[in-house]
């Protein structure tokens, strides 16, 4: 399996990409990679030196920045580091692609260099959301389209599903829609029409989800449009943040005092990784026809690693995208795909 990663997104490129990327094949044997990137600045890390003969530089010269109109850049840079990843999979040669550069650029260069598949109206981006209970959630849309009608978002709750199943283990998932209640009449026009919609056409609909209790394990998917899912997602991120934030700082007052308890720091240990969102390296373009997948802009070593090992690897391997082809000709959906 052969994946292209962009070695020149992301606030920490090229090293901490290289270095998750060396540890990914090392973890995985039948792992291929291909740095895209400015060669010199790639073969500088680590002295120079990349130990492994299943990765591969291919040279590009230019670099998307964050700052940069999305729609116009990828265009207009066709040598750059992205446009040429994208291209790679386009051609064939590659399986997957993995960024941590701009979103909007990526998949702006999704749509145009790697289409939809047929039958998908619109992308979405699809996220694992951590678990305190033992489960993980999917929750698409976090970001692709601010807006989405309800036949669209019948076709997220579909590809959402796929995903449940085939990756995270979920035989017949549970798929909820986000919204402000769980009664059948609660939310804006758009979300009670895709409930009327779900109730009718989708098998495992559970109704209704409030945020509060995405982490509680009542749905195996969570259905939105990328506005409430991006607030949710950026809402989760600093909350996060800032609890560790204080309890590293209170931690750290009671070390002073030798008054911390020696059980405190596992549990610590353990509550970090339960809620490290570097655990599934980042989110999917879900809908394209190629594997894409977008890593964090300040993703480092280890989200690297975990989006080509967790995400790409068994996207690849279990063929998500021929799956939701396949699936997506079943009568429940042809009859409400509705125009672009």
């Given at each position: 399996m052969r994946i292209a990663v962009d070695a020149m997104g992301g606030d920490y490129a090229p090293a901490e990409i290289i270095n998750g990327v060396l540890t990914a094949v090392e973890m995985v044997e039948e792992l291929e990679i291909l740095l895209v990137g400015r060669a010199e600045q790639i073969k500088s890390v680590n002295g120079g030196k990349i130990n492994s003969p299943r990765v591969d530089i291919i040279h590009a010269d230019e670099i998307i920045g964050n700052d940069e109109d999305p729609g116009?850049?990828?265009?207009?840079?066709?040598?750059?580091?992205?446009?040429?990843?994208?291209?790679?999979?386009?051609?064939?040669?590659?399986?997957?692609?993995?960024?941590?550069?701009?979103?909007?650029?990526?998949?702006?260069?999704?749509?145009?260099?790697?289409?939809r598949i047929s039958g998908i109206r619109r992308p979405a981006l699809l996220t694992v959301m951590p678990a305190l209970r033992g489960e993980m959630t999917v929750m698409l849309d976090v970001g692709a389209n601010m807006d989405a009608r309800p036949e669209q978002m019948l076709q997220y709750a579909l590809m959402g599903s796929i995903y449940a199943r085939e990756i995270l283990g979920k035989a017949t998932p549970r798929v909820a829609l986000l919204n402000v209640g769980v009664e059948e009449n609660k939310g804006n026009h758009q979300v009670r029409n895709a409930y009327r919609l779900f109730q009718r056409k989708l098998p495992g609909f559970v109704g209704n989800l409030e945020a509060r209790e995405i982490f509680r394990n009542m749905a195996d998917v969570v259905i939105c449009d990328g506005f409430a899912g991006n607030?949710?997602?950026?809402a989760m991120e600093g909350i996060t943040r800032e609890i560790f934030f204080y309890l590293r700082t209170q931690i750290e007052g009671n070390l002073q005092e030798g008054v911390?308890?020696?059980?405190?720091?596992?549990?610590?240990?353990?509550?970090?990784?339960?809620?490290?969102?570097?655990?599934?390296?980042?989110?999917?373009?879900?809908?394209?026809?190629?594997?894409?997948?977008?890593?964090?802009?300040?993703?480092?070593?280890?989200?690297?690693?975990?989006?080509?090992?967790?995400?790409?690897?068994?996207?690849?391997?279990r063929e998500i995208n021929k799956k939701i082809e396949l699936e997506l000709a079943g009568e429940w959906h042809n009859e409400e795909a509705g125009d672009e």
């Open positions: 116009l850049t990828i265009r207009r840079k066709r040598k750059s580091s992205m446009v040429a990843a994208l291209q790679l999979v386009r051609q064939g040669r590659a399986d997957a692609v993995v960024s941590c550069g701009s979103t909007g650029a990526l998949m702006a260069g999704g749509l145009l260099f790697l289409g607030v949710m997602l950026k911390v308890s020696p059980l405190l720091s596992p549990l610590m240990q353990k509550l970090r990784a339960d809620l490290d969102e570097a655990e599934y390296g980042g989110a999917l373009l879900i809908g394209v026809n190629g594997v894409c997948i977008k890593c964090h802009g300040a993703s480092r070593r280890k989200a690297v690693t975990q989006a080509l090992i967790r995400q790409a690897y068994p996207l690849v391997q």
